[in-house]
């Protein structure tokens, strides 16, 4: 959120400074300073939106520039102070700033290499949130094919590994492998993996161990299945499935765990933010209970189940939900939107 907060701030701080700019000058010229008092009113107005949850502090800072308005340096001093304000104030966001925004995209067993090149294209010729981190979960035959293709700032995920490096496991790939061909990440323990391929919590944790040691990073899925909803059991789910990747991974530094719950994924049913903003605030509490504070302040929660473009600001303004994993809308140009869902 540091980011979203940097961007929004810094938005709104170079909207600020253009017309306050203005404002002096147009003062200076017309030598009276009524002028400059109107417009400084009206900026808030066009700062405002930018500046979202944060319009009472930005009202405040204009009042005290006007009171400074006669000495351009005294102004920004002034300011420099009313906008550490502006960023001390904001408790929730910046709790949530050190964490960097984190979309997946799950492209599943979708795609060939026409429509690969596609989105390739798109992705590279659209104008990506920089402080938003990108990785494309793609089939293992196209990794290299999409790695040449996509932007360098996008990362690339496998979406599966096996738990050791090499060895009599037809039809398995390694991270070594992945690492080999240029991903840098790989997305585990999945819902289809999981069901359709009976792979236990344990499975998913021993796999999850050995692709940290190798030096892949890690999306670890997790998520309740709506009977499991349906019965309460949600935390108790997700709770253990954490506790399995728990016993197997020491250093989380290179995991982001994905909340997906099972109901959402695929159908068009979404999560209400407040829905998962509930089970990402459980996780975060679990994490500071379980592992540490450190951890659980540093690691990215991204909320996955039928996340579009449409839907996407507004998961994305909760505060603990620190990006997506996207399924089918990441095969479509949407996905540019749902990237930058914090601008
Ligand atoms: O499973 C998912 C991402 O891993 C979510 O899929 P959908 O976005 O298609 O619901």
């Known amino acids: 959120m540091i980011q979203f907060l940097r961007v929004t701030g810094g938005r709104a701080h170079s909207v600020w400074h253009a017309h306050q700019n203005e404002a002096l000058s147009r003062a200076t010229m017309d030598n009276n300073p009524s002028v400059c008092e109107t417009m400084l009113l009206d900026v808030p107005k066009s700062v405002a939106p930018q500046a979202q949850k944060f319009t009472a502090v930005f009202i405040k800072l204009f009042e005290h520039q006007w009171k400074t308005y006669e000495g351009q340096k005294k102004v920004s001093t002034s300011y420099q102070y009313i906008l550490y304000e502006f960023y001390a104030n904001s408790n929730t966001h910046s709790k ?189 509490q679990w994490l500071t209970d379980n592992i540490s504070k450190e951890v659980s302040a540093a690691l990215r929660i991204q909320y996955g189940g039928s996340v579009t473009a449409a839907n996407a600001k507004d998961l994305a303004k909760k505060p603990d939900i620190d990006g997506f994993l996207v399924g089918g809308a990441s095969l479509k140009p949407e996905f540019v939107d749902i990237i930058n869902a914090r601008q």
């Not at 793609?138 to 290299?144: D, E, K, Q, T």
């Not at 944790?205 to 890690?218: D, I, N």
């Not at 059991?233 to 506790?243: P, S």
């Not at 994924?265 to 209400?272: D, F, L, N, P």
């Open 96 to 284: 949530m700033s050190a964490r960097k925004f984190c979309v997946g995209g799950n492209w599943k067993m979708n795609g060939d290499q026409k429509s690969i090149a596609e989105i390739s294209k798109t992705l590279s010729g659209a104008a990506l949130d920089p402080n938003t981190e990108v990785v494309i979960g793609c089939p293992a035959i196209y990794l290299m094919y999409a790695r040449n293709l996509l932007p360098c700032t996008v990362g690339v995920a496998g979406q599966n590994a096996y738990k050791v490096a090499k060895g009599a496991f037809t039809g398995e790939i390694s991270p070594a492998m992945l690492k080999d061909i240029g991903a840098d990440w790989v997305i585990l323990g999945h819902s289809e993996r999981r069901a359709i391929f009976n792979e236990s919590d344990e499975l998913i944790a021993e796999k999850a161990e050995h692709a940290l040691a190798e030096g892949l990073k890690v999306i670890a899925c997790i998520g309740e299945t709506l009977d499991e909803r349906e019965a309460g059991k949600t935390n108790e789910v997700v709770a253990r499935q954490m506790c399995a990747y728990a016993k197997k991974v020491r250093d989380w530094t290179n995991v982001v765990v994905a909340y997906e719950p099972v109901w959402a994924i695929g159908t068009g049913k979404t999560a209400t933010p407040e829905q998962a903003q509930e089970v990402h605030a459980f996780l975060r």
